[in-house]
C-alpha cells in the first residue's frame, strides 16, 4: 500500500513563499511519476505541477508557471512544491499524488491519471 502525507501549508501573506514536502511510502519511489493538485472551495480539483520518475521533466499549470517549482529526492522518498510569489488566488489545499501507470506525457495534467493521493495540505493566501 502507497502512503503518500503532505506538509509545509499555512497562511501566507501575498508575494510570500511556501514550500510543501509530499514524503511517499510503501513501494519503489523512484518509480512513480508524481504529482500537485489543488482545490480551492466551490471549485473542482485543478492539476498545478507534474515531474517524471526520473526528475528530468516537469510540467506547470499556466497559473502557476515561473513562480512555483517542482522536484523530488528519491533519496528521501519525497517530492517538493516550491511556491513563490503566492496569490490570494493561490489558496486551496494541495494534493500530492503518484502514479506508476505513466512514466510522463500530458496524461500527467488529468486526475484520473494518478492512483495514490495525499490528505491534502490547506495553503491560505492573504492580500
Known amino acids: 500500500q502507497v502512503q503518500l502525507v503532505e506538509s509545509g501549508g499555512g497562511l501566507v501573506q501575498a508575494g510570500g513563499s511556501l514550500r510543501l514536502s509530499c514524503a511517499v511510502s510503501?513501494?519503489?519511489?523512484?518509480?512513480?511519476?508524481m504529482g500537485w493538485f489543488r482545490q480551492a472551495p466551490g471549485k473542482e480539483r485543478e492539476f498545478v505541477s507534474a515531474?517524471?520518475?526520473?526528475?528530468?521533466?516537469?510540467y506547470y499549470a499556466d497559473s502557476v508557471k515561473g513562480r512555483f517549482t517542482i522536484s523530488r529526492d528519491n533519496a528521501k522518498n519525497t517530492v517538493y512544491l516550491q511556491m513563490n510569489s503566492l496569490k490570494p488566488e493561490d489558496t486551496a489545499v494541495y494534493y500530492c499524488?503518484?502514479?506508476?501507470?505513466?512514466?510522463?506525457?500530458?496524461?500527467?495534467?488529468?486526475?484520473?491519471?494518478?492512483?495514490?493521493w495525499g490528505q491534502g495540505t490547506q495553503v491560505t493566501v492573504s492580500s
Open positions: 499524488a503518484a502514479t506508476s501507470r505513466f512514466s510522463f506525457g500530458p496524461v500527467l495534467v488529468t486526475s484520473n491519471a494518478y492512483d495514490y
Open positions: 510503501g513501494r519503489t519511489f523512484s518509480s512513480y511519476a
Open positions: 515531474i517524471r520518475w526520473s526528475g528530468g521533466n516537469t
